[in-house]
């Protein structure tokens, strides 16, 4: 999924001829702890809350402050896993987007990170979660989607994840099927270790409720 996909319009922009009074009020009403500037459609940049709450003059415009700005910005043609990288590494609430023309598109913020990878990872679907054990060397995707195939199922989503100091990995999937017997016996007589297994199936309407609360929360 691109990032151009995320943009939401909920959040509008601060002009350089707001004031910094005006910003603070937006990031509480938006429940957000940045804010981007942008001057005929030009992005100067994020403030962010820590900044602001720290300054001797509320009154005056963004434009008339010694304000530090930073520039981190995504394309709306670049993918997912970019926009949670930045968000992650710069602890950022939100992010603006801009065009090929350096023209800003909108922004992103946390709350929409969540909800679409929410979609992607396929948390709200019912089945089953299988967490698998091997060395990097013998991973194949192509393999292990054979398996899951192969037993009338369907791979929803798949995570790769290294183990610190060693040479092997975990594979996460989630498959369509609530009975992963059939699939664990496969993934045995393959020589895969399950290290383990989840029949999340029952479980589908409090992990939505779960997430639910979770968002409410981000609006409270």
Avoid at 62 to 71: A, D, E, L, V, Y
Avoid at 77 to 88: E, F, N, P, S
Avoid at 93 to 115: A, H, N, R, W
């Amino acid at each position: 999924m691109l990032v151009g996909n995320f943009i939401t319009d909920e959040i509008p922009p601060l002009k350089t001829t707001d004031t910094v009074e005006m910003a603070l009020d937006w990031m509480e009403q938006f429940k957000v702890s940045h804010l981007a500037v942008v001057e005929n459609k030009n992005l100067i940049g994020l403030v962010s809350e820590n900044e602001l709450m720290d300054y001797d003059h509320p009154e005056e415009t963004i434009s008339k402050g010694k304000i530090n700005f930073i520039r981190p910005v995504l394309y709306d043609h670049q993918h997912t896993y970019d926009l949670v990288k930045l968000m992650a590494s710069l602890n950022l609430s939100l992010v603006p987007v801009i065009d090929e023309k350096e023209q800003y598109k909108g922004c992103i913020t946390l709350k929409g990170v969540i909800q679409n990878l929410s979609e992607m990872t396929a948390v709200q679907n019912p089945g089953g979660v299988i967490v698998l054990e091997l060395n990097q060397n013998d991973y194949s995707a192509t393999q292990i989607s054979s398996i899951v195939e192969g037993n009338d199922a369907k791979l929803l989503s798949l995570h790769v994840s290294s183990i610190p100091d060693s040479t092997k990995m975990e594979v996460t999937i989630k498959v369509n099927r609530e009975d992963l017997s059939g699939l664990l016996q496969t993934f045995n007589r393959y020589n895969y270790i399950v290290k383990a297994s989840f029949h999340v199936g029952n479980h589908n309407d409090n992990l939505k409720d779960r997430l639910n609360e979770f968002m409410h929360f981000l609006n409270i």
